[in-house]
């Protein structure tokens, strides 16, 4: 834990270092972010703000974890290779998020990026590889139960089970991603939480992988933080979270994962239960009704009357509260 924590600060000191400069390249690029028409009006001076900071978190993290890890990657110990899948979860999802981001600055679709039927394919594609691998190379198919203290085999359920795990924590934090810090500080409290649940199993390397993201996330919201320079974008939204999945079923603890990333949840079933809702009543009554004045629900917060800090704050501080609630749950 002593070498983790100090892989954070060497994580966090790489991002201030670099931040500045490729801020600066973003803004020469014009890759600045679009903002929705019918958002609350205190967004739109955020419009151009540079997006794709995602990068400085998931770059920094590649470059440590492969330095620390060359020996054991190459094939020495199985235990060591077993850091590549979340690795290569965190770099496909940044590339995925990254070429979102690009389509929709630059893209035939500009503003809106790739189609939600689209990504969905891809991220189909890229979680079914991660079950298999999960399942048959690395023999993890098993979930554990806060108070039972075997862990229950699923079968070849998992394999399902763990796609919809990846893919469903992903698109949370995606979602979240909506306010200046918000998405990378709820991130960064949830990757501490499984840091601290993966010391108490004896998973080294996978301590070592969270917290680097942690240092790297803090660093990220030296720039994020309101007014922000920086927005995280779906490169770095689509990858926390993915990689999130993919530590938490490494684990076994994926059943608290909602606990853990419990705002992230209520943003998502928000968008779930305003969409739904319209659906329906369009069809019941002929005329779409919502429930919350705008999804995901921070902007419903917003206009209600909440500045941004005390949405970001105040969900950061149930966060906090969730995460630890989650590694409680753990240790039951």
Not at 14 to 24: E, Q, S, T
Not at 244 to 254: D, F, K, P, R, S
Request: hydrophobic residues 55%.
């Amino acid at each position: 834990m002593r070498f983790a924590l100090m892989l954070a600060s060497i994580s966090f000191l790489m991002v201030v270092f670099w931040g500045a400069p490729y801020i600066g390249l973003l803004k020469h690029w014009k890759i600045g972010k679009r903002i929705r028409v019918d958002g609350p009006h205190g967004h739109y001076n955020k419009m151009g703000t540079p997006t794709m900071g995602g990068v400085l978190i998931t770059l920094p993290v590649l470059l440590i974890t492969v330095a620390l890890n060359i020996y054991n990657l190459i094939g020495q110990t199985i235990i060591g290779r077993s850091i590549l899948l979340p690795l290569v979860v965190m770099v496909s999802y940044a590339i995925l998020g990254a070429l979102d981001d690009l389509a929709g600055v630059r893209g035939v679709r500009r503003g809106e990026g790739f189609t939600a039927r689209f990504k969905m394919e891809i991220e189909l594609l890229l979680t079914l590889g991660v079950g298999l691998v999960l399942f048959y190379a690395m023999d993890i198919h098993s979930v554990a139960i806060p108070g039972i203290p075997a862990k229950i085999n699923l079968g070849l359920i998992y394999v399902p089970t763990a796609m919809f795990v990846i893919i469903g924590s992903a698109n949370a934090a995606n979602l979240t991603d909506g306010l200046d810090g918000l998405a990378g500080i709820l991130m960064a409290s949830a990757f501490a939480a499984y840091g601290v649940i993966a010391e108490l199993q004896g998973q080294i390397y996978l301590v070592l992988f969270c917290f680097t993201i942690v240092g790297a996330s803090f660093a990220f919201l030296w720039f994020n933080a309101h007014p922000a320079e920086l927005f995280m974008g779906d490169t770095g939204s689509l990858a926390l979270g993915a990689t999130l999945g993919v530590v938490a079923l490494m684990t076994g603890q994926w059943l608290i994962l909602p606990v853990v990333m419990l705002v992230p949840v209520a943003e998502t079933l928000s968008v779930i239960i305003q969409v739904s809702y319209f659906k329906y009543t369009k069809w019941r009554f002929g005329e779409g009704r919502r429930i919350f004045k705008m999804t995901p629900i921070h902007h419903h917060f917003e206009l209600l009357g909440w500045s941004e800090t005390q949405v970001v704050q105040r969900f950061w501080l149930v966060g906090l509260l969730a995460a630890m609630a989650g590694v409680a749950l753990a240790l039951v």
